[in-house]
DNA sequence: CGAGATGTAGACCGGTCGGTCTACTGTCGT
DNA sequence: ACGACAGTAGACCGACCGGTCTACATCTCG
C-alpha cells in the first residue's frame, strides 16, 4: 500500500551488488501482481525478475508459495510503515492516527494508485485455502492491534470497535482512490476520520 | 450486491418456461463471476449455462462482451434495488439512506457474501480498457446521484461530499464485510452513517 | 583439485485458455 | 412441404497455464 517498488536498485542496500533470484522474484512478484493481479503468469515473473524456471520452485515451491510470501513481506513493510508514520507524527494519538489517514490519503491520490494489493488479493483468490488468505488476514489483525492501542492511549471508551471503524473508513478510502479518484476521497475521508478519533490539540 | 441468483428459476417469470440462451448465458455469469471471480473459464461458462460455444460468440461477440453485459444488467437491478429500498422507507431523506446502509450491512454480515462484485471487477481486469470498467463507472455515478437526490432533500450544504462520504462507507463496509466479517461491521457502519446523514427524526 | 551446492537455459508435459469452424437438429412461418 | 434460422455438439486452433526435468555453468569450500 505504502510505496511503489521499481526494483532492487532503489531499495536500501549498501552494495549495488544484484541480489539473488529469491529476492529478485520477490521483488517482481510485489510489482507484476500489483499491476497486473495476482493472476500473472508464472513466465512473466521469471522473465521480470531474470530468474530461471527451477529457482522459483526451489525457493518457494510454486506460485501460490512465492505470492504468500510476496503478500507476507509486502504486509511485514507495510506495517512497518504505519508504524513509522504514526512515530513521525509524535506522541499524541489522535494525531498519530490522522497521519496515517492523510498518508493513506495522498496514497489513494496518486494517478498510479490502482487498489488494495490485499483486498484484491482476497478477492482474486477464489479458493478460500489459497496460503495468501492467512497472510492478509493476520496483516488486518495487525493494523486493528495498531489502531485500538492508540484508542486505548486516548482513552476510547471502545477502543475496538473505532478501530473497526476506522478500519473501514481505510478500505473505503482506498476503494474510492481506486475507483472514484476524481471525488477528492481524501478530503472526505479525513472528515471522517476526525470524528471518529474525536477532536483533539492538534485539531 | 443486492441479491444472490441461482438459476433462472426463482426469478419473476410468469412462465416457467426455460429463458433462451443468451438470458441463461447472463445469468450464468452473475453467479459464477461472483463465485469465482472475473477469470472464470468460457468452458465453465457455457457448461453452467447450458449453452452452445457458439451462442456466446454469436449474442456478445466474446467473453468480454459477456462480462460487460452481465455487469451493465446486474447494476441497473442494484440501482433500482436501491430505490426500492429507500421507497420502502418512506419519505424522510435521512430514514431513506439510513434504510441504504442497514440493507447492506445485512448483506455485507451474510456468511455467503465475499465482496462487492462491481470493486472485484475493477481490480481483476488489469486491462484500463476494457468495457467493463465504463459499466462500473456509470453505475458508482448512478448510487452516488441517488445519495446525493437525498442529501439535497435534506437541505445538505454539501450534498455531493456527503454523498462521497457515504460511498466511501459503503465501500468499506462490503470490503470489512467480506475480510473481516466477525468484527460485525453492519454495526460500526451505521454509526458512522448516522453522522454523515446527521440525526432527524428518525434517529 | 574436485565435490557439492546453486544457479541458468530451455525442452517438455498435460491441461486449459479464448476463439473459430463445421455438421447437425429442431422449430417456425410461408 | 420446405427454406431460413437459431440453436446444439464438439472438433480444432495456437497460445499460454503451472510444473517437471535434463544439461550445463558457476561458485565455494574442504
Redesign the interface.
Given at each position: 500500500m505504502f510505496y511503489r517498488v521499481k526494483g532492487w536498485h532503489n531499495r536500501g542496500m549498501t552494495t549495488s551488488a544484484k541480489p539473488g533470484p529469491r529476492e529478485r522474484l520477490l521483488l517482481a512478484a510485489q510489482e507484476l501482481t500489483y499491476?497486473?493481479?495476482v493472476?500473472v503468469g508464472v513466465d512473466a515473473l521469471l522473465k521480470a525478475a531474470g530468474v530461471a524456471r527451477r529457482s522459483l520452485y526451489e525457493h518457494f515451491g510454486g506460485k501460490d508459495g512465492l505470492i504468500a510470501e510476496m503478500l507476507r513481506r509486502s504486509t511485514a513493510e507495510d506495517v512497518e510503515q504505519y508504524r513509522r508514520t504514526m512515530d513521525e507524527a509524535g506522541d499524541e494519538p489522535r494525531a498519530r492516527l490522522l497521519a496515517v489517514v492523510d498518508r493513506l490519503g495522498r496514497i489513494a491520490c496518486d494517478p498510479h494508485f490502482?487498489?488494495c494489493r490485499y483486498?484484491?488479493a482476497?478477492?482474486?483468490l477464489?479458493d478460500p485455502a489459497h496460503p495468501g488468505h492467512e497472510v492478509?488476514?493476520a496483516y488486518?489483525r495487525a493494523v486493528?492491534r495498531l489502531f485500538t492501542d492508540e484508542f486505548t492511549a486516548l482513552g476510547h471508551e471502545r477502543p475496538e470497535?473505532a478501530a473497526?471503524?476506522l478500519?473501514?473508513?481505510?478500505?473505503?478510502?482506498l476503494?474510492?482512490g481506486?475507483?472514484?479518484p476524481e471525488?477528492?476521497?481524501a478530503?472526505?475521508?479525513r472528515?471522517?476520520a476526525v470524528?471518529?478519533i474525536g477532536s483533539g490539540p492538534r485539531d
Open positions: 499491476t497486473q493481479g493472476g490502482h487498489g483486498l484484491a482476497d478477492l482474486a477464489a492478509t488476514r488486518r486493528h470497535f473497526d471503524q478500519l473501514i473508513l481505510v478500505d473505503g478510502l476503494a474510492a481506486a475507483t472514484r471525488s477528492r476521497p478530503a472526505a475521508s472528515e471522517l470524528h471518529i
